[in-house]
């Protein structure tokens, strides 16, 4: 059965604090990962997909790298306006007749 | 690029009454899918169309929930009747490519509230 884990499930940084999101995930053939962003009271927003281990997606400061095993959303220099809730996502190969499996999330706070 | 709509942002009921939610996908998306989302977890799956077609329907609680998709365009989710455990946020979403990339974009969302 398809897994996804994030850790951990809240960090609260200071402004300029850098640090790193965890996804582990467990599927049979992996055929994406995916990152999304969710605000609260909105709908989650993509943000990237990676496809195979040493992939690695950055946009301003984010950047989201991929091993055999788990994903790593890096925060670096974070701003107030980067706290949300990051979800991870799973698509297998063979099962869950490809489609997306989340994870519970991790919630984001920077102070200023 | 108008995003996909869902209404209503919000709703209360009583249990044992009925619920419907309406979404209209971003023009020209031909997959459409309906999520749940509970409080602190992540969005799951409920169904997935293809235009039309309900390609996958395993997830959804049948003997209560309905969806349809007329047209391949605006689709409707139905709960009847609702129970308590059925208060969640009902998550549209569509994509054009069937989530082959995994870009799926997503409404704000129906927060369902049965009391």
């Known amino acids: 059965e398809d897994q996804v884990t994030q850790s951990p499930e809240a960090l609260r940084l200071q402004e300029g604090e850098s640090s790193s999101l965890n996804c582990s995930y467990t599927?049979?053939?992996?055929?994406?990962l995916f990152w999304y962003r969710q605000d609260p009271g909105k709908g989650p927003e993509f943000l990237f997909t990676l496809y195979s281990a040493g992939e690695e997606k950055e946009k301003e400061r984010l950047k989201a790298t991929l091993t055999k095993k788990e994903s790593f959303l890096h925060i670096t220099a974070p701003k107030p306006e980067d706290s949300a809730t990051y979800l991870c996502?799973?698509?297998?190969?063979?099962?869950?007749?490809?489609?997306?499996?989340f994870g519970k999330g991790t919630k984001l706070s920077v102070k200023p | 690029e108008a995003g996909v709509v869902q209404s209503p942002r919000y709703k209360i009921i009583e249990k044992k009454q009925p619920v419907a939610f309406w979404c209209n996908p971003i023009s020209g998306h031909n997959t459409l899918y309906w999520y749940r989302q509970n409080l602190g977890q992540g969005p799951e799956l409920l169904i997935r169309y293809e235009n039309e077609e309900a390609v996958d329907d395993s997830q959804l609680p049948k003997d209560r929930f309905s969806a349809e998709r007329l047209k391949g365009v605006d689709s409707t989710l139905k709960i009847q009747p609702a129970e308590l455990g059925d208060s969640a946020v009902y998550l549209c979403?569509?994509?054009?490519?069937?989530?082959?990339?995994?870009?799926?974009?997503f409404g704000e969302g129906s927060r369902l509230t049965v009391l």
């Open positions: 599927v049979s053939g992996l055929r994406g």
């Open positions: 996502a799973v698509q297998d190969y063979g099962g869950s007749q490809g489609n997306l499996i």
């Open positions: 979403a569509s994509s054009s490519n069937g989530g082959g990339t995994g870009e799926l974009f």
